[in-house]
Each structure stands twice: as structure tokens, then as C-alpha cells.
């Protein structure tokens, strides 16, 4: 088994580590929360002082960091020069693909391997298991590293060159925020006419109005009991996090002239959402903004 340091160890990276111990692996984290580093150790994982003291005897660096300016600053070339030679680096952040490749050739500038995985899942798949792995690099890369992601997911696809695994999600997240606010408007037109959230959204899953946002994360609250939703919009995926998404999505579109209509109308409604103070709460909440909460709070 391959020497795993583990490089952010938040709401989707802790669980992500503690799945690869559950499976056998060594794993040595850090994080800037004592939290999370306690919660590491719970799971029988070990814990360093720095990033680059928990990889310099890693034979594996995974790294799952909130945004591009986060994974250069950590894969700079002093930390990749204090590698084993041909150590395997996995960077599960979601970020720009230009990052994503500019770290890729400065690790192979220094011996070093590198893919970009990105995840799908959310916080559910992580603890579960069962995330999408979405892979950009070179094919002997993701075969090396293969075997590590199935430790962490069921999926796991290799979209292309590096950088690819960043695109490909972002196209993903772009679509799922517009069909979660377009599910949120169908359930609150049908509720303002009085029809109950639950059987509308039995009607809709078996119609053609069928998607994930209404079968597995339903933005209603008490209609999925397992859903942020019935959780006060808690512990998800955050309407900051998916406000960063929809921004990346933009700038692809902007680099390769390519209209994103609806992506920027969903960019516009997050960051609207976000800056009105509900950053850091789940992005199925967005049927508030919908259902007036906004417009109820700023007294107009």
C-alpha cells in the first residue's frame, strides 16, 4: 500500500481520507483546522505540522483545497522539489483548467506525476464512497492512480489530457445549478397554487420533468428527509462554492467564445444569493431566493 499524504481535510476531504484508511491505506493529513485534524486521527489516520511535512515520504499527495490561487500556492516549486522522485500527485480541487495544467507541468518539470480529479457527489458521496471521479492527465497517470480513487468513489472516467478533468466539471455544475433553480421554480409555482411539494415531485419523477435535483436532492424542505433541504440547508454543497463554480464556467466560455446563456443567468442568481448572506449554506437553497426570502428580508 502506497504512502498517502492527504492536503485539506474539510467537508469533502476529510471523509475522502478516512474512506482510503478504512481501505488499508497509511494517511497523513494536514489542514488548517484543528478540527478536522482531530477527526483524521479519530479515523485512524495520522496528522503533520505543514503540507510538506506530511508529503515528503508520501508515496501519493491528494489534495482537495477550495479554489486555483489555494492548489498553486500549495504545489509550488519548493514543495514539488521536496518530493520523492515520481510521486503521484492528485489535485480532487475544482479549479480553472489553466492552473490545473500549469501545476501539471511544473510536477513533471521536477519528476513528478500529476492528475486533476475533480469530484461529483457532494458531502453524501464523500462519506459514502461513491463520488464521480472526473480525470485529466496522461493515461499511465490515471491508470497509477485509478486504484487510489476507487478507494473513494464508484466512477471514475478519464475525460483527457490534464486540465480536461476541470473542464468537464465545471460543465457538470454549470448544469446542475440550472436544473436545481429550474426545479425550485417548478415546485414553487406549484406550491403558490396549492399543491403539496411532495406529490408534485412524485409527478415530476415520473414525467418528463425528471433530473437529479428532484430525485436525490430535492430542494424542498421535508420532501427528502436526507436532503439539505430538511436540514435547514445545512452541511451541503455551499451556494459560495457553487457562486465559484458558475464563475469558472463563465471565464471557459469567455476563452473559447462560447454562449452560456443559462449558466450566467445562474452565476447572476447565486452571486445574488451569496452576497445577500447565504454564502455558506447549501445551493438548494436557492428556492428561498425564488419563493421572495431576499426581497422579504431587504424590506421592499
Known sequence: MPNIAFIGLGNMGGPMAA???KKGHNVTGFDLSDTALGALVSAGGQTSVSASEASKNAD???????????VAELYS???????????????SSTIDAVTARAVAQLAASKGCKMIDAPVSG???????????????????DYEKARPILKC???????????GAGQVAKICNNMLLAIHMIGTSEAINLGTRHGLDPKTL??????????????????????????????????????????????????????????????????LN???????????????????QLLNGKLKAENGN
Not at 452576497?275 to 445551493?283: K, L, Q, T, V
Open 77 to 91: 516549486e519548493e514543495f514539488i522539489s521536496n518530493l520523492k522522485p515520481n510521486t503521484l500527485l492528485i489535485d
Open 269 to 287: 442568481l447565486y452571486r445574488m444569493w451569496s452576497e445577500s448572506g447565504n454564502g455558506a449554506i447549501d445551493f438548494s437553497s436557492i428556492i
Open 201 to 266: 415531485s412524485e409527478i415530476m419523477q415520473k414525467s418528463s420533468g425528471r433530473n437529479w435535483s428532484l430525485e436525490v436532492y430535492n430542494p424542498y424542505p421535508g420532501v427528502l428527509e436526507n436532503a439539505p433541504a430538511s436540514r435547514e440547508y445545512s452541511g451541503g454543497f455551499a451556494v459560495d462554492l457553487m457562486t465559484k463554480d458558475l464563475g469558472l464556467a463563465a471565464e471557459a466560455g469567455l476563452e473559447t467564445k462560447t454562449s452560456t446563456p443559462l449558466g450566467n443567468a445562474a
Open 152 to 162: 473513494m468513489g464508484q466512477n471514475i472516467f478519464h475525460a483527457g489530457d490534464s
Open 19 to 21: 474512506n482510503l484508511i
Open 60 to 70: 501519493v499527495v491528494i489534495s482537495m483545497l477550495p479554489s486555483g490561487k489555494h
Open 122 to 140: 457532494g458531502t453524501s458521496g464523500a462519506q459514502a464512497g461513491t463520488l464521480t471521479f472526473i480525470v485529466g492527465g496522461k493515461t499511465e
